[in-house]
């Protein structure tokens, strides 16, 4: 039997920066509950440092989205993960929590579960097996003790699919409601010296430079035509990260429409509640949007490689706000139906009163519900099952 008196040992494995935010709140969550009772060994970033993570590596080893630049990188991150493996089985936890970026963590969780397999594996965000590859749901019971979904519909796709045990603890957003309702979009209004008289479109093209760059010439030519079809005119505000505003403001420069550039949580949550309607790319930010109740349409465009998988796509849906709320309620416009004139016909209606604004919003008013925790934090969720499982694989041991 172990010393009662060590410490309780977390091993936490992050492979991209959001995962990194997920494991500095769950890793805040259990110092408040454990303060000296518990260590942290693993992988992380910034966020996950400031929480006392040494991290066995930079995040930036292994920080790579997408097909092609996984490939790239490929050699890099195989002895990323077996380096990983090695540290995990010296280190001896007594628990593991994979967070999200499943190519990177899962390999990781298969050959601790081999080397190690009394020690319980959580993984913190579960794969979109409900989108594509479904199968993948049932192999993970195989190394994967309990998952911790970010969405509602999760726990009921994997145990409609076979895969582990499931949890949902609740998407980032669901504590920040409040919050982002409280945003004053009147004045946002005044400090930008908008006319209240014209009509107010939101752009919001990503956060990444490869999503923005293939989405930056249709929704230009999108705003043009919208602009043509209002009299009283328009207003174009385009939240941007400092990432990419440099590529995104030499873009809008050729869009023959003023704009105005957001930078900050607070003025973005602003601008959606200003907001007559958006335009947007997929992704979290619809959620954003139907939480605040704003009438959008969606585009996506993905590189040639990507687009060619697309037979492999399980889901009704790619926009995130539909999948949580359970219907189609933003129309999206994906690779070659992304067109300018398909996406402008579609916005013109929701920037005037019409049914289909009106049904719209009616719609959208239901998404808050669909994400509520009980008033429960995300974080705390997670915590309550990780430390039941390390509680009890301790006293086993």
């Known amino acids: ?4 008196a060590r410490p309780l040992r977390l091993y936490l494995v992050a492979g991209e920066h959001s995962g990194d935010a997920l494991g500095a709140k769950l890793m805040a969550e259990i110092k408040a ?31 790579v989205m997408g097909p092609i630049n996984i490939l790239k990188q490929l050699p890099r991150l195989i002895d990323r993960v077996h380096e990983t493996v090695r540290d995990a089985v010296a280190v001896g936890p007594d628990a593991v929590v994979i967070i999200d970026s499943p190519e990177f963590t899962h390999p990781i969780a298969k050959r601790i579960r081999e080397r190690m397999p009394d020690v319980p594996i959580i993984d913190y ?11 993948r749901a049932k192999k993970m019971r195989s190394y994967v003790d309990h998952v911790l979904a970010l969405l509602p519909f999760e726990p009921a796709e994997h145990l409609r699919l076979g895969g582990p045990k499931c949890t949902y603890v609740g998407h980032a957003l669901s ?38 760059t293939r989405l930056l010439a249709p929704f230009g030519e999108t705003v043009r035509l919208v602009r ?11 939240p941007v990260v400092p990432s ?19 930078e900050g949580e607070a003025d973005k949550f602003a601008a959606f509640r200003l907001a007559d309607a958006a335009l947007a790319a997929s992704g979290t930010v619809t959620l954003e949007l139907g939480l ?27 926009v995130l706000a539909n999948l949580v709320a359970d219907e189609n309620i933003y129309p999206e416009f994906l690779q070659e139906n992304a067109t300018p004139e398909k996406m ?33 934090r995300p974080s705390a969720y997670a915590a309550d099952v990780v430390l039941d499982y390390a509680v009890h694989a301790r006293l086993r041991a």
Request: glycine share 10%.
């Open 344 to 376: 402008a016909e579609a916005l013109i209606p929701l920037l005037s009163p019409s049914d289909v604004r009106r049904k719209q919003i009616e719609a959208l008013a239901r998404v808050p519900e669909r994400i509520a925790t009980g008033g429960k």
């Open 125 to 135: 965000v579960s794969p979109s097996v409900w989108a594509w590859r479904p199968g």
């Open 33 to 63: 509950r454990l303060g000296h009772g518990v260590v942290f060994d693993g992988v992380g970033g910034e966020a996950m440092a400031a929480e006392g993570l040494v991290s066995l590596f930079p995040l930036a080893d292994v920080a």
């Open 244 to 262: 990419v505003r440099s590529v995104v403001e030499k873009a809008a420069k050729t869009w023959g429409q003023p704009v105005h550039f957001i």
């Open 228 to 238: 043509k079809a209002m009299p009283e005119g328009l207003e174009v505000l385009l």
């Open 292 to 318: 605040v109740g704003t009438p959008a349409i969606v585009a996506y465009k993905v590189d040639a490689v990507m687009s060619r998988m697309r037979f492999l796509l399980k889901v009704r849906s790619v």
């Open 175 to 212: 504590e920040r409601i409040d919050w982002i309702r409280a945003q004053d979009g009147a004045h946002l209004q005044a400090t930008l010296g908008l006319d209240p008289l014209k009509k107010v479109l939101v752009v919001l093209p990503g956060s990444r430079v490869s999503e923005v």
């Open 1 to 4: 039997m172990r010393g009662s």
